[in-house]
């Protein structure tokens, strides 16, 4: 490992780390400089997040948290305490990562930028009210608050109402055969329906001939009688039964189908079942607010002509526009009304001139096509941290330290420029940066580089250089060196010939208007344009939409548990396929959402190959002898796993006012399972022992099983060697989640036919990684299928076959096709920003 020169004492400027071992980190010690751009970079996997997150900035939050009262503290998430001897020189942290965030529709820009309460106050104090019309303070122009939410819909800006469609959808079955669907399955239901038989309500007849007072009494009814009922009974014998007073099987409380939806969506703590009678539950715009979630008097107070809402859809750009003649005094004003109210003209002015200074972040960074009022949850995670470090700017701290996790994620490498120019931004204010980042642009402008490896997981965690980006050319074992100082060009392929055109018309979503694209089957595509452009709405939106309707697929619903009223309404899909639909057979998406929720959810349950593990335990003949199934096997199963720890592997002590510590449990050790079924040995390893190996170590042990060992060299394929078996779900990034998923379909038997869909699949990956996932998007091509990525990496785009450019520009400056071709074609075209940056992969004679 090369370092700088030290002397003994601390190194002023620096920050000394002595003995950093936290996961892969192989007891590291460095010195990084303060007042610097120091960019860390190694293969995915290497240990590069561990030493900038899991070290430097958990120990930078432990520090600032120690001199913050008890009491306080205890609001903070913290990190765990990070396995070091000593770290010297570390000023305070702010940590940027690539969470989303809040999963509500609540959350949106304004919120997180904070440009929203800035033009609350704009409106209620310098707002154009209606004549008679009193002052409203700023919470009144927040659908959040009791104060500002429209009373019809409580600021949600849509209505839900239960109808007789929505409950009943099949009215050709009877009451018997479940014709309310929106009730309860299962005993709940049945004993709803034999209620109705006691009450005298025909449950054979199907529900359309039913009378339609008996029909709105079932669904609409508040009533809750209780009657007997008697259970397994026909509807004659109950008659009987009654006549004779016979004692029944019990008594039993009816109610209405709409009630029970209602309560159940209110007051069940179960997500499956919140989401289950959601759907019985029809969405309108509310009629009082049109959408616009507020309440009359907040929307009647307008500025520049708009009101608050209409002026929060509007792009940052346009509302930066509308700002900058009242910032700089420029506004015509009516001199009348400012000289009868001087301070309204002052307030005006200053708080338009702090909308504007930080609206001018946000555009320099990209994000101008952005609105206020876009919710969290439909950004990427690389426009979500670009807001966050938007503030950040604009927050004008000193001598802080930033770490980044891969800022330029989801960026074209035009928009890549203007996040450096912010980068500088920060470091010209006195502060450093410690950007953990694969994007050979963004490396290219550090002033240092720590690169960890040389490989990934077990063959990483050591510091192979640290120092000026000049000097690691030197270090033969970084496979960053190899990218960063490369003079040769992927090799020249002949790119291949479509087998035929999927042909889009009419498509209209977001900022396309009544676009037609032809996408060429079986072959490699690549869809690029600068962030915002139109890409993801054309390809993972309409694409995905318009194909799943024709082939019959149901597409998953992106709602968050909990989340369900709050969910924007569904876009009208407007577009259609007017040719290529007999080439596809089956969609296939690959997406960075994570493969589970839980811990118990992990790479070997989600591939499928902890099945064929568990039978090969379960074949052993210890597990014979003692006559343990497949099931016995699982940390899931109460016969197989641990009882003291419920089969999680450890147990949470809560220390009031530390970060809660997370300790082995002391019955299984962390094993996972009871003692007995560790007993039972496959090749002298037990199941706990087989989950902690990596997909690297267990190709290798399960080299003679042809089932298993198949998974796991796919899964080594697209890079992902070095994690472990049963690392949990929650504990892998949304690049592993979506190679993961690859590999899940590349190891099924190759079919043909198949359209793959992947959004910025290069997301976390190294170069040399991109390599690998370059190799098997051929395989998918060459087995017959067709690949579509929308991508920013201009290595992945030179190896495509077909790219079609979407821009010029994002927002409304997007929404068009720019240029369709091979690669070598694209670069020709002059009014494409794709063009400059892919022209370094081909040779222009």
């Known amino acids: 490992m090369t370092m700088p020169d030290t002397t003994d004492g601390p190194l002023a400027g620096f920050v000394q780390v002595r003995g950093a071992r936290e996961h892969n980190l192989k007891n590291v010690s460095l010195d990084i400089p303060r007042d610097a751009l120091v960019v860390f970079t190694g293969v995915s996997g290497s240990g590069k997040s561990s030493l900038a997150f899991g070290t430097l900035y958990a120990e930078a939050q432990r520090r600032y948290l120690e001199s913050v009262s008890p009491y306080a503290r205890r609001l903070f998430h913290q990190m765990p305490v990070p396995e070091v001897d000593d770290i010297t020189g570390l000023p305070p942290a702010v940590a940027l990562q690539q969470q989303r965030g809040s999963p509500t529709t609540r959350s949106s820009v304004g919120s997180v930028s904070t440009l929203s309460n800035s033009l609350r106050m704009l409106y209620s104090r310098a707002g154009d009210y209606p004549r008679g019309q009193e002052l409203l303070y700023a919470e009144s ?24 469609a929505s409950m009943v959808p099949d009215d050709s079955l009877t009451i018997r055969e479940r014709a309310v669907a929106a009730w309860p399955t299962a005993w709940h239901g049945q004993n709803l329906r034999d209620i109705l038989t006691t009450l005298g309500y025909d449950v054979d007849t199907p529900w359309r001939e039913l009378p339609k007072k008996a029909r709105d009494w079932i669904l609409f009814t508040d009533e809750q009688p209780t009657v007997p009922v008697y259970a397994g009974f026909t509807p004659q014998e109950v008659k009987a039964a009654l006549k004779r007073k016979e004692t029944p099987s019990y008594q039993g409380t009816f109610t209405g189908a709409r009630k029970y939806v209602l309560q159940t969506f209110a007051t069940t703590e179960s997500a499956s079942m919140k989401k289950r009678v959601a759907r019985y539950m029809v969405s309108s715009e509310c009629p009082q607010c049109r959408g616009k979630r507020l309440r009359r008097e907040s929307l009647s107070v307008t500025f520049a002509g708009h009101d608050i809402a209409d002026i929060s859809r509007l792009p940052l750009e346009r509302l930066a526009a509308i700002l900058r003649p009242h910032a700089d005094g420029s506004a015509r004003k009516d001199a009348k009304a400012a000289a009868a109210h001087p301070e309204k003209a002052i307030v005006t002015q200053r708080i338009a001139q702090d909308v504007c200074a930080r609206l001018g972040v946000l555009l320099d960074l990209g994000l101008g096509y952005l609105a206020l009022e876009r919710s969290t949850p439909t950004l990427s995670p690389g426009e979500l941290q670009r807001l966050r470090l938007a503030t950040q700017v604009r927050s004008n701290l000193f001598g802080v ?40 642009d963004v490396i290219r402008h550090a002033d240092w580089i720590v690169d960890v490896g040389p490989a990934a997981g077990e063959g990483g965690g050591h510091v192979l250089y640290s120092g000026a980006p000049a000097g690691l050319e030197k270090i033969e074992e970084s496979q960053t060196r190899r990218f960063l100082f490369a003079r040769d060009k992927p090799p020249r392929r002949e790119p291949r010939v479509p087998a035929d055109w999927l042909r889009l018309e009419g498509v209209t979503r977001n900022n396309l208007h009544q676009l037609k694209v032809d996408f060429p089957l079986g072959v490699l595509t690549g869809v690029t344009g600068v962030s915002g452009s139109g890409k993801s709405s054309l390809v993972s939106q309409v694409l995905v939409e318009l194909v799943a309707a024709s082939l019959g697929h149901a597409i998953e619903a992106e709602a968050e548990e909990g989340e369900a009223l709050e969910q924007e309404a569904a876009l009208p899909l407007e577009g259609r396929i007017v040719h290529g639909l007999a080439g596809i057979k089956r969609l296939v998406r690959v997406d960075q959402k994570p493969i589970g929720r839980t811990p118990r959810s992990n790479l070997a349950t989600y591939t499928g190959l902890f099945d064929h593990v568990r039978k090969l335990f379960a074949a052993t003949k210890m597990a014979k002898s003692r006559r343990y199934d497949a099931g016995r096997f699982s940390f899931n199963v109460a016969k197989g796993r641990c009882e003291h720890c419920a089969g999680e592997g450890f147990v949470m002590v809560e220390l009031l006012f530390l970060p809660s510590v997370y300790a082995p449990c002391p019955t299984c050790a962390g094993a996972r399972y009871n003692a007995k079924t560790l007993e039972v040995r496959y090749q002298d390893k037990n199941i706990a022992e087989v989950l902690a190996l990596t997909v690297d170590a267990a190709a290798e042990f399960f080299a003679a099983d042809p089932a298993v060992a198949r998974s796991l060299e796919t899964l080594r394929e697209v890079g992902l060697g070095y994690l472990r078996l049963g690392q949990p779900a929650t504990e892998l990034s949304g690049g592993e989640a979506q190679r993961i998923k690859l590999a899940t379909e590349l190891q099924r038997a190759a079919r043909g036919n198949l359209l793959y869909i992947l959004d910025e699949p290069t997301t976390g990956l190294h170069p040399a990684d991109v390599e690998k996932l370059v190799v098997q998007l051929d395989r998918l091509v060459d087995a017959g299928n067709t690949v579509i990525v929308v991508e920013h990496t201009m290595r992945v785009i030179a190896a495509c076959d077909w790219v079609i450019d979407i821009g010029p520009g994002a927002g409304e400056q997007g929404g068009t096709i720019v240029a369709a071709g091979p690669p070598r074609e694209i670069v020709k075209v002059a009014a494409s920003r794709t063009a400059p940056y892919l022209i370094r992969y081909f040779d222009q004679k």
Request: proline share 8%; net charge negative.
């Open 401 to 440: 330290v930033y770490v980044l996790d891969e800022p330029s994620a989801g960026l074209h490498p035009a928009d890549t420029e203007a996040l450096l120019t912010a980068l500088a931004q920060l470091k010209a204010c006195g502060n450093s940066l410690f950007v953990v980042e694969h994007a050979l």
């Open 141 to 164: 122009f927040s659908p959040n608050t009791p104060e500002g939410a429209c009373p019809e819909c409580h600021g949600l800006g849509r209505v839900y109402e239960v109808t007789e």
